[in-house]
Nanobody, 126 residues
């Protein structure tokens, strides 16, 4: 099984940028599709971005398309989420997770997602 740990969150002003990191350990990260999710207070967890095993294809939720970019470095067992043009509604705890199939990530099939870390808090506020 893979284990993931998120980092890089913090307080940022509206319009600002942050880069989140997801460090993988355990089973070989390159054998998994992987993605990013977030959960805002009082809301359900939502899918944000996903990448296939090689990282050559990426997928985004409409809410972040054009603002967020997901990338992975399998040699370093890392995945990243570059977040630009941040808005107050982006405030949430951000998580990464992995799955055998990309579809499980895009539809947030929690039964088939693994590696959840403790999350990293992103606060967008002036």
């Amino acid at each position: 099984q893979v284990h993931l740990m998120e980092s890089g969150g913090g307080l940022v002003q509206p319009g600002g940028s942050l880069r989140l990191s997801c460090a993988a350990s355990g089973r070989t990260f390159s054998t998994y599709a992987a993605g990013w999710f977030r959960q805002a207070p009082g809301k359900e967890r939502e899918f944000l971005a996903a990448t296939i095993r090689s990282g050559s294809s990426t997928y985004y939720a409409d809410s972040v398309k054009g603002r967020f970019t997901v990338a992975r470095d399998n040699a370093m067992n890392m995945m990243y989420l570059q977040m630009n043009s941040l808005k107050p509604e982006d405030t949430a705890v951000y998580y990464c997770a992995a799955a055998e199939k990309l579809h499980s990530i895009v539809v947030l099939d929690e039964a088939n997602l693994e590696g959840w870390g403790q999350g990293t808090l992103v606060t967008v506020s002036s």
